[in-house]
């Protein structure tokens, strides 16, 4: 049962534009929640994460706003480079845990 | 930053064989460190959770005598795939829990990956 979703599995976007990346939920319990960055063949790399308690964090060019009534998260990255061209990857956690659980990913590329 | 360092990051073996592939967090103690694995185009599906000085913890579907894991010390973790096989093929992540994240939370630090392939 995939309890975290990322139900666009590929994204195109212009060099400049916003990207926006998307993730659901389905355990209401999860209070935690990070994006992360995945280039072929190597191990995903922390971007950028937010607490329940929060309902946006900024880092750079990178924000992800929570709602937590539509058990959903997005990842903004403004403006698009072609180096973020990645499969990006949500994961979130309950309060217990070291546990994450992965969405599916979102291929993302940024044409020049 | 932390650093998990994943060893070897290719191997290519017969089948029937077995491989160890090691996971060290250079900078900092891992209590509990995670398995995953890759298949091409799809998520992390996370195999088991390995506990410094206990037996890991596996996922449902997760062959726990044919993925041997074993974590003997705060810093290493090991997955032995025994008796290898062509369907065993795949890319295998290693992660460990660290501080890093919003309001000093857990962030997951991952390694690079290993690529197995069974001949």
């Known amino acids: 049962d995939q309890q975290v979703k990322q139900n666009s599995p590929s994204l195109s976007v212009q060099e400049g534009r916003i990207s926006i990346l998307n993730c659901d939920y389905t355990?209401?319990?999860?209070?935690?929640f990070l994006w992360y960055k995945k280039y072929p063949a190597e191990g995903p790399t922390f971007l950028i994460s937010?607490?329940?308690?929060?309902d946006k964090n900024e880092d750079g060019r990178f924000t992800v706003f929570l709602n937590k009534s539509a058990k959903h998260l997005s990842l903004h990255i403004v403006p698009s480079q072609p180096g973020d061209s990645a499969v990006y990857f949500c994961?979130?956690?309950?309060?217990?845990?070291?546990?994450?659980?992965f969405g599916t990913g979102t291929s993302l590329t940024v044409i020049p | 930053g932390a650093v998990v360092s994943q060893h070897p990051s290719r191997v290519i073996c017969k089948s029937g064989t077995s491989v160890k592939i090691e996971c060290r967090s250079l900078?900092?103690?891992?209590?509990?460190m995670f398995w995953y694995r890759q298949f091409p185009k799809q998520s992390l599906m996370l195999m088991a959770t390995?506990?410094?000085?206990?037996?890991?913890?596996?996922e449902q579907g997760v062959e726990k005598d044919k993925f041997l894991i074993n974590h003997a010390s705060l810093t290493l973790s090991t997955l032995t795939v025994t008796s290898a096989h062509p369907e065993d093929s795949s890319f295998y992540i290693c992660?460990?829990?660290?501080?890093?994240?919003?309001?000093?939370?857990?962030?997951?630090?991952f390694g690079a990956g290993s690529r197995l392939t069974v001949l």
């Open positions: 992660s460990a829990s660290s501080l890093g994240g919003h309001s000093g939370a857990n962030v997951l630090t």
């Open positions: 355990n209401s319990m999860f209070d935690y």
């Open positions: 937010i607490s329940s308690i929060k």
């Open positions: 994961a979130a956690s309950r309060p217990t845990g070291n546990q994450f659980y």
């Open positions: 900078d900092f103690q891992a209590t509990t």
């Open positions: 390995s506990n410094e000085g206990s037996k890991a913890t596996y």
